[in-house]
């Protein structure tokens, strides 16, 4: 009941005319190019107060979306990555090199985006950070626009090499400050709807709110390419898309806010595995 009466404040304040619903996360099994399978549910962490298990956001998705995730050859955010593979070995900037001047190929980064964010020199880094510096300091090369698709390729890129892998960042030592400010910005009510992450992802997951079927709001695929959108969106992106939607003056793409809630977020998705890029509606 809690679920239906924290959805349906929203959908009054909203104004909307919504029949509100339930559908849970669905049992089928994410198997990629008929050889990768990846863990959709898992207990939840431990940190976890109030989930005892943890779902990936395809198992709330339709049969048409799911589907596009399981064969590379469908999967509309291939072509993204492809070009990013390409830039890879590309020279930009002042110094005439590219990233394969220092690196043999993308899958050096197996593992990378398991565990990030992380903690670099005292300051929390996510992986467009990692990006740009290299681009600043090594090719002096102009930064990428952080949601452009120049950057989320190489995110995807990048996460590729980590897909099947669980995610583990680490929130302790050094990172424990700024998963607990991640962890207040998450539990925090924004805006004229008074909507917090967690009204949605936490106490309302599984509900079908018009035709939006509410997940757990795991960012573990992505970047993920939103079929709505057409194009391979940021975690910051979609950050700023749902506390837009509050009514709220919105934190910007790669502020300390968004990384810190990233490292909160992407913690709640310990154990499942990296599914980037993954297909999402």
């Known amino acids: 009941m809690k679920k239906v009466l924290t959805l349906s404040v929203a959908v009054t304040a909203l104004g909307l005319s919504t029949v509100i619903g339930f559908a849970d996360a669905d049992d089928d099994n994410l198997v990629i190019n008929d050889e990768l399978e990846m863990i959709t549910e898992t207990a939840a962490p431990a940190h976890m107060e109030w989930i005892d298990t943890i779902y990936s956001g395809w198992r709330f998705r339709t049969d048409e979306t799911q589907a596009l995730q399981i064969d590379d050859f469908d999967n509309p955010a291939m072509l993204t990555v492809d070009v990013a593979l390409d830039a890879f070995s590309k020279v930009d900037g002042s110094e005439g090199k590219s990233c394969a001047s220092c690196h043999a190929g993308p899958e050096e980064f197996a593992g990378l985006t398991a565990s990030m964010p992380k903690v670099i020199d005292g300051k929390l880094v996510v992986m467009e950070d990692l990006i740009n510096g290299h681009r600043a300091e090594v090719m002096g090369a102009e930064p990428l626009k952080w949601?452009?698709?120049?950057?989320?390729?190489?995110?995807?890129?990048?996460?590729?090499?980590?897909?099947?892998?669980?995610?583990?960042?680490a929130i302790d030592g050094e990172a424990a400050p700024f998963w607990e400010q991640g962890k207040e910005i998450y539990y925090t009510r924004y805006g004229q709807l008074e909507l917090s992450c967690a009204s949605c992802h936490e106490d309302n997951y599984g509900n079908m709110i018009r035709a939006d079927h509410l997940s757990q709001g795991q960012i573990n695929g992505f970047p993920t390419y939103r079929l709505k959108q057409a194009r391979l969106i940021s975690k910051h992106n979609r950050f700023r898309g749902c506390i837009r939607d509050t009514r709220a003056e919105t934190f910007a793409e790669g502020s300390d806010e968004f990384r810190a809630l990233e490292l909160y977020v992407q913690s709640r998705g310990n154990g499942l595995s990296v599914e980037t890029p993954a297909v999402r509606q």
């Open 147 to 169: 949601s452009g698709q120049e950057m989320q390729g190489m995110v995807a890129l990048i996460g590729l090499q980590s897909r099947g892998m669980p995610v583990d960042v």
